[in-house]
Structures are given as structure tokens and as C-alpha cells.
């Protein structure tokens, strides 16, 4: 079964500063599908950004961009220009490309955002 | 813009009771997920639906969890009897099925369940 590890519990970065945050994961496929979401206090959790295994070209939303290393099987969530508003929950989740296969979150970084 | 409701928000029981959480996904969303949250943890799934058909529930604790979606729109998650354990947030999230398997789910605002 494919796992997902995020590393650091707990991130503070300081205010128009850029922090990133760190996931790895094990899977013996090819065909996947990697995300980061976002989950503020007391707020629902939201998709940040997507990125396709197949895909070399690493995905960027605005502030945020991923660095992928599919073969460290690693994906890594940069985000620029911090704002107060980013302090939030950051999950890491895979899906395999298949249809209805269901995902799987890491345990999740707590980072703050300090003014 | 569509977003996928829950309720109630906040549920407090006593251990052994009954408990039921109750979700209304995006419409025209045909996978519906329940995840649980223990605080400071990623969600774990429960329960997957395809329509009104389960396609995973391999970690529903089926004791004493339940799940239905019984005209493949909203759904029920009941617990019976609640135990200690069970106090987390209950998450409900929704997605359309795509043949690339890059479908975005959505997520509900979460039931926060303590049980006493």
C-alpha cells in the first residue's frame, strides 16, 4: 500500500518570506496523481495545487509551486511571499490514476505564518 | 459556487450512544468520501462511495459504523454504539470521476465529535 510522509509537524516562517514544506511518498506504480491541500483553523480544507506524475513540468498556483522528484519520490510545497492567511494545516495526498481508487493524506504540517 | 454540506458541525454524546452525521455533496458529484480526522493527524478514509455503491470500506470499523447512500446523493454515517475513541472530526468530501483518475475532491466543513 502506498504511504505518504511529511517530516516536519510544525513551520514558521515570517511574513513576504518563502517556506517549504517537504512530503515523500512509496509507490511502486508509474501512474499517479500528487496533491497538496490546505486545511485552516477551524476552516475546511481546500485544494492548493495538483501535479500529475507524468507530467516533468512542476505545477504553480500563483504563490505556490511544487518541486516533484519522481524518482526521489519526493514533492515538496514552496510557498512565496507568505501571507498571514497562509497559516493553516498543509496535507499531502496521493491517488493513483485509476478510477475510484481513493487517496491518501500524509499526517500533516502545521505552518505559521508570523507578521 | 457548489460546496458540499455536513451537519451538525458539533456533536457531544455520552459513550454508547448512537450518533449519526449526515452529508449532501456537490451536485452531480457521484464519488462521495467519509474520512476521519483525529486532531493533528492527516484524514483517514472510512467509507468510498461510486453512486449509491460502496467501492471501499475497508477501514469502517463495522461493528459499530455504518454508512449509506441509498439513492446515490446524500449520505449517512451513523455510529452505534460511540466509544471514546470515536471523538474526531468527521470529514465528507465529494469528487467527479474522471477516466484519469485526476478528479478533485471537495471537501465539507466537518462534523467535530466528542463523545463523553
Known amino acids: 500500500a502506498q504511504t505518504v510522509t511529511q517530516s516536519q509537524p510544525e513551520m514558521s516562517v515570517q511574513e513576504a518570506e518563502t517556506v517549504t514544506l517537504s512530503c515523500t511518498y512509496d509507490?511502486?506504480?508509474?501512474?499517479?496523481?500528487l496533491f497538496w491541500y490546505k486545511q485552516p483553523p477551524s476552516r475546511q480544507m481546500i485544494l492548493v495545487i495538483r501535479?500529475?506524475?507524468?507530467?516533468?513540468q512542476n505545477a504553480t498556483e500563483n504563490r505556490f509551486s511544487v518541486n516533484f522528484q519522481k524518482a526521489a519520490k519526493s514533492f515538496s510545497l514552496k510557498i512565496s511571499d507568505s501571507q498571514l492567511g497562509d497559516t493553516a494545516m498543509y496535507f499531502c495526498a496521493f491517488k493513483y490514476n485509476n478510477y475510484g481508487q481513493n487517496f491518501v493524506f500524509g499526517p500533516g504540517t502545521r505552518l505559521s505564518v508570523l507578521p | 459556487e457548489a460546496e458540499v454540506a455536513q451537519s451538525p458541525r458539533y456533536k457531544i454524546t455520552e459513550k454508547s450512544q448512537a450518533v449519526a452525521f449526515w452529508c449532501d455533496p456537490i451536485s452531480g458529484h457521484a464519488t462521495l468520501y467519509w474520512y476521519r480526522q483525529i486532531l493533528g493527524q492527516g484524514p483517514e478514509l472510512l467509507v468510498q462511495f461510486q453512486d449509491e455503491s460502496v467501492v471501499d470500506d475497508s477501514q469502517l470499523p463495522k461493528d459499530r459504523f455504518s454508512a449509506e447512500r441509498l439513492k446515490g446523493v446524500d449520505s449517512t454515517l451513523k455510529i452505534q454504539p460511540a466509544e471514546l475513541g470515536d471523538s474526531a472530526m468527521y470529514l465528507c468530501?465529494?469528487?467527479?470521476?474522471?477516466?484519469?483518475?485526476?478528479?478533485?475532491?471537495?471537501f465539507g466543513p466537518g462534523t467535530r465529535l466528542l463523545v463523553l
Open positions: 509507490t511502486s506504480e508509474n501512474n499517479y496523481y
Open positions: 501535479q500529475e506524475a507524468y507530467k516533468q
Open positions: 468530501a465529494s469528487s467527479q470521476p474522471t477516466s484519469g483518475g485526476q478528479e478533485t475532491q471537495y
